[in-house]
C-alpha cells in the first residue's frame, strides 16, 4: 500500500510561484514513478510532469514547459513541483500519483483504478 499526502497549495495572483509538496509512504512506493496530474472543473484531469522513468527522466506537458519543476528528494520521501510564473488557467486541483513508469500515463489520465493517488491540494491563481 502506497499513501501519498500533497501540501503546499493555496490562492495566489497571476505571475506569482507557489510549491507542492507530496509526502510518500509505504513499503512498495519505490517501484513506482511519481509525477503530477491536475483537474480544473469541468475539464479532464491532465498530466503536469512527472519522473516517468527509474533513472529520472522528465515529462512535462507543453502549457508548464519552462514554469514549473519536478524534483524529488529520496531521503525525505517527497516530491515537488515548483510553480513560477503562474496563469489564471493553471488554477486546478493538483493531484500526486505513483503510477508504474511507462511514459503514456502521464500524458493521457489512464484512471482512479491505476496506482496510487493523493486527495489533491487546491491552486487558484487570479488575474
Known amino acids: 500500500q502506497v499513501k501519498l499526502v500533497e501540501s503546499g497549495g493555496g490562492s495566489v495572483q497571476a505571475g506569482g510561484s507557489l510549491r507542492l509538496s507530496c509526502a510518500a509512504s509505504?513499503?512498495?512506493?519505490?517501484?513506482?514513478?511519481m509525477g503530477w496530474f491536475r483537474q480544473a472543473p469541468g475539464k479532464k484531469r491532465e498530466g503536469v510532469a512527472a519522473?516517468?522513468?527509474?533513472?529520472?527522466?522528465?515529462y512535462y506537458t507543453d502549457s508548464v514547459k519552462g514554469r514549473f519543476t519536478i524534483s524529488q528528494d529520496n531521503a525525505e520521501n517527497t516530491l515537488y513541483l515548483q510553480m513560477s510564473s503562474l496563469k489564471p488557467e493553471d488554477t486546478a486541483m493538483y493531484y500526486c500519483?505513483?503510477?508504474?513508469?511507462?511514459?503514456?500515463?502521464?500524458?493521457?489520465?489512464?484512471?482512479?483504478?491505476?496506482?496510487?493517488w493523493g486527495q489533491g491540494t487546491q491552486v487558484t491563481v487570479s488575474s
Open positions: 519522473f516517468y522513468t527509474s533513472g529520472g527522466s522528465t
Open positions: 500519483a505513483a503510477l508504474p513508469c511507462i511514459q503514456r500515463l502521464w500524458v493521457e489520465y489512464p484512471g482512479p483504478d491505476l496506482g496510487y
Open positions: 509505504g513499503s512498495t512506493y519505490t517501484t513506482y514513478c
